[in-house]
């Protein structure tokens, strides 16, 4: 049986399939002609978020009996495709939960204090002491998109800071919401009176592009976190309210397109804080997600239940 692995995992998670008896074939760089090739033989594929499974090269791999995420967006898998080919999608959608929530807290942080450019400057030789006058989170709002595992995470963390909270989620309960100390409100409500935004939604149709130039005016005033997912925020229209003052920052660990475009707009604008989709990237998260998704391939090969863990 071959598992091809395609992005990077964790060893924890490569071993535990080769432990199980699988050949274990890692192509981190494959890509057109050479990953189909790859795949025609694999019984399992297993991803991050670097590999698009689409009808085509699922189509040229008659084999396959699994794709895993390793991780918790499958929106670079086609499930729709996979279900038609009888194959199961699965990911690992609790492993990597903490690592985002820091992840974006460090960044509302690094955006509110402009922690990377005050260390440029100085890095640069520049004592810059009087140019950075920062915004504490403590008594501001934060306005939560999405109270899901990563947005609770996020609203338990920056609540414990002193921050006031409030939530759009038309798919939460006001009791979950209230739970937590947030208080559910429509898009504009939380977009007008949020100090703070932070986007924890998955992509979807309905969320492409969900906070764009009218959305942004209503946070006038204050600063954009997405660690969540590229395509939810109209990068141009945000890069256009940071250089603008209509926001005070941004802060954003994916991209529409990723790797991110070297001229993009978003790096011309000094306020903007960029990370190159680290939001899982701690040791924990990766041997998490990597050895749940290992378990999860060895269950569909031995045809026993696939249960996203
Ligand atoms: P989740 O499924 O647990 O939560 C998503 C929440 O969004 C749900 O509560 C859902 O009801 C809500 N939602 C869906 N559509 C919505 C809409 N139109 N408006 C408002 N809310 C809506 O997912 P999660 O585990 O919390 O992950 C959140 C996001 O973070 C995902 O996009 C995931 O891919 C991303 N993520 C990124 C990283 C990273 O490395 N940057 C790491 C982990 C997760
Ligand atoms: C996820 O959805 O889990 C994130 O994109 C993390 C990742 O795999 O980089």
Not at 157 to 171: C, E, F, R, S, T
Not at 232 to 252: F, M, Q, R, S, Y
Not at 277 to 303: F, K, M, P, R, Y
Request: charged share 25%; glycine share 10%.
């Amino acid at each position: 049986m071959k598992v091809l692995v395609t992005d990077p995992i964790a060893d924890a998670g490569v071993d535990r399939l080769g432990e199980a008896g699988f050949d274990v074939v890692t192509a981190y760089d494959a890509e057109g002609e050479r990953l189909q090739g790859l795949v025609r033989d694999a019984n399992a594929l297993v991803v991050r978020s670097g590999t698009q499974v689409d009808a085509a090269l699922l189509d040229a791999a008659p084999e396959l009996v699994i794709v895993g995420r390793a991780g918790i967006g499958v929106d670079n898998i086609d499930i729709d495709a996979a279900t038609d080919r009888g194959v199961v999608v699965a990911n690992a959608p609790e492993g990597n939960v903490r690592a985002a929530a820091e992840h974006t807290v460090a960044m509302a942080f690094a955006a509110a204090r402009s922690i990377p450019q005050a260390h440029i400057r100085l890095t640069d030789g520049e004592w810059a002491k009087g140019e950075f006058l920062g915004t504490e989170l403590n008594g501001k709002t934060l306005g939560i998109v999405g109270l899901g595992r990563v947005g609770q995470e996020v609203a338990k963390k920056l609540g414990n800071v002193g921050m006031d909270l409030v939530a759009y989620d038309p798919y939460i309960s006001a009791s979950r919401a209230d739970q937590l100390g947030a208080e559910l409100a429509d898009l504009e409500t939380v977009l007008d009176r949020a100090d703070f935004c932070t986007v924890h939604t998955p992509l979807t149709p309905e969320t492409e592009n969900l906070i764009g130039e009218a959305e942004l005016d209503r946070l006038a005033g204050g600063y954009l976190v997405n660690c969540a997912r590229g395509g939810i925020v109209d990068e141009p229209a945000l890069a256009a309210a940071v250089a603008d003052g209509t926001l005070k920052g941004a802060a954003l660990d994916v991209f529409a397109d990723e790797p991110l475009d070297p001229d993009s707009p978003l790096l011309d604008v000094e306020d903007v804080v960029v990370t190159p989709h680290l939001g899982a990237s701690t040791e924990a998260a990766q041997e998490n997600v990597a050895t749940s998704i290992a378990d999860q391939v060895v269950a569909a090969i031995e045809e026993e239940p696939v249960v996203n863990a």
